[in-house]
């Protein structure tokens, strides 16, 4: 039996682990990168320390703890008596972005083959798409976008993957949310998306995999474009945001 020297003297070996539970500026950072991924919080939000410890009933200290969290995954930024804020991407961060989307979702598409169980979380995903543009939802119709892609990445069946991913598209909404026109931008890929699923439904992998090829270096330019297009940034209003999970 192996055993491991503590204070008490031997302690055998043992099994099971504690589950991990998050702190308080672990939650205010989920939520607060939740209401990114979801639209709520565009570039360039105001994001006050006393509001937000006030509207999560926690300390500034917590805040901060968070704010720290988001700013390392370049969600937020500091400026001197500015305060924090949602961040602008820049045209780079666009770039670096779509490399690994490359890179991990073309991957993924080679990996589908014969992976039918991941096609039902997939169509629900573009139904609830297809629903809000019906309804001239176009940010959520972008938060589905986004959506749809993370499930694709549920292939690789590993949980790192997966949590890289999941950042690399709420940083990616940022990008989405510095387009004037998002009704202009998400419409085409309705359909793209669509289609690329069928093509994964009927195991047409190297199909699927050039047609994604294209649609991801053609969404990265019009994000790059439209990103460059600002001159001018907005006036910084403080905005609400939602505690939803």
Not at 139 to 164: A, M, P, S, W
Request: glycine residues 4%; proline residues 4%.
């Amino acid at each position: 039996m192996s055993v491991a020297h503590g204070r008490g003297g031997l302690l055998p070996k043992l099994h099971g682990s504690l589950t991990p539970k998050q702190t308080a500026a672990e939650e205010v950072a989920e939520l607060l990168r939740k209401n990114i991924f979801q639209g709520v919080l565009p570039p360039g939000t105001p994001l006050p320390e006393v509001a937000v410890a006030e509207e999560f009933s926690v300390s500034r200290n917590t805040v901060r703890e968070a704010f720290r969290t988001l700013t390392n995954e370049r969600l937020l930024t500091y400026t001197t008596h500015r305060g924090v804020a949602v961040r602008y991407l820049t045209p780079d961060d666009v770039e670096q972005i779509y490399q690994l989307r490359h890179v991990l979702e073309l991957r993924a598409v080679d990996l589908f083959d014969g992976r039918q169980d991941l096609l039902p979380s997939l169509d629900e995903t573009l139904m609830a798409a297809e629903q809000a543009a019906n309804e001239d939802r176009w940010r959520d119709v972008g938060t589905e976008n986004l959506t749809f892609h993370c499930r694709l990445i549920q292939v690789y069946k590993n949980d790192r993957i997966k949590e890289i991913f999941e950042r690399l598209m709420t940083e990616m909404r940022l990008g989405f949310l510095a387009l004037n026109d998002p009704k202009t931008f998400h419409e085409p890929y309705l359909s793209e998306n669509r289609k690329l699923y069928d093509r994964l439904a009927a195991n047409e992998i190297e199909a699927a995999h050039t047609s994604l090829d294209k649609y991801l270096f053609r969404a990265e330019k019009q994000v790059k474009a439209a990103i460059e297009d600002i001159s001018v940034l907005p006036n910084l209003t403080e905005r609400g945001f939602s505690r939803r999970k």
